[in-house]
């Protein structure tokens, strides 16, 4: 795995233990009604037109940066919901991609489509302080835990988009509940970008499940 992404991994860990125990201390979320992304593709599908997710993401590995505070955040995400958008993601991953839970809070408020939290999920603490419809669960990051956390996700009342890169790792995404699969054409080790996996494995994706590059 490609240092950038142990970097992320290690400051997730870092930021999990100091606020784990304040997120055990309160109250769960509150619960809001759900909205169905798969209902939402379906309908745009009927249309005739290419279901699209958005994104809300201040920055990349090595790349600059723009600052999105909230309210920008949900200036954007109304523009792309009046664009066409079928959902919305919003990074919220503070380190690399300069991300937060703000705005993602602020995105859930301001429109009426799907939101995905886009994070590097690796412990079951993260889902009580996500207020989204979606939430990414990485399949190279998770591995063996992956079946565990696409359960969890549902039983809070998320749905789950599992992200693979490759042929083992969309195996362990179908064995899971999972009904969304998200291809992902970076290299985790090195972070290059090749199209080709998603040419290899979309075809291997069971009819049922829905595809989508996401990179």
């Known amino acids: 795995m490609h240092d950038s992404i142990l970097h992320i991994l290690n400051t997730t860990k870092t930021r999990i233990q100091a606020f784990g125990a304040d997120v055990q201390k309160e109250d769960p979320q509150p619960q809001f009604q759900k909205r169905d992304f798969i209902a939402a593709v379906a309908a745009v599908r009927a249309d005739g037109r290419v279901p699209v997710i958005a994104e809300v993401k201040p920055a990349s590995p090595g790349k600059s940066f723009r600052d999105i505070p909230p309210a920008v955040a949900a200036e954007l995400a109304w523009e792309m919901e009046e664009a066409g958008a ?20 602020a995105v859930r408020k301001t429109v009426c489509l799907p939101v995905l939290r886009k994070d590097f999920i690796i412990d079951r603490l993260q889902l009580e302080e996500a207020g989204s419809d979606l939430i990414l669960l990485i399949a190279g990051i998770l591995g ?21 890169h490759n042929r083992e790792e969309l195996e362990l995404a179908l064995e899971t509940g999972t009904k969304l699969i998200g291809i992902n054409n970076r290299n985790f080790e090195t972070l290059k970008i090749d199209l080709a996996t998603t040419e290899e494995l979309a ?13």
């Open 86 to 105: 079928v959902a919305i993601s919003v990074l919220t991953e503070p380190g690399v991609f300069r991300g937060s839970l703000e705005n993602l809070n």
């Open 144 to 164: 063996k835990e992956l079946d565990a956390f696409v359960d969890l996700a549902l039983e809070k009342g998320f749905e789950p988009l599992v992200e693979v």
């Open 203 to 215: 075809p291997l994706i069971r009819e049922y499940d829905l595809d989508h590059g996401t990179s």
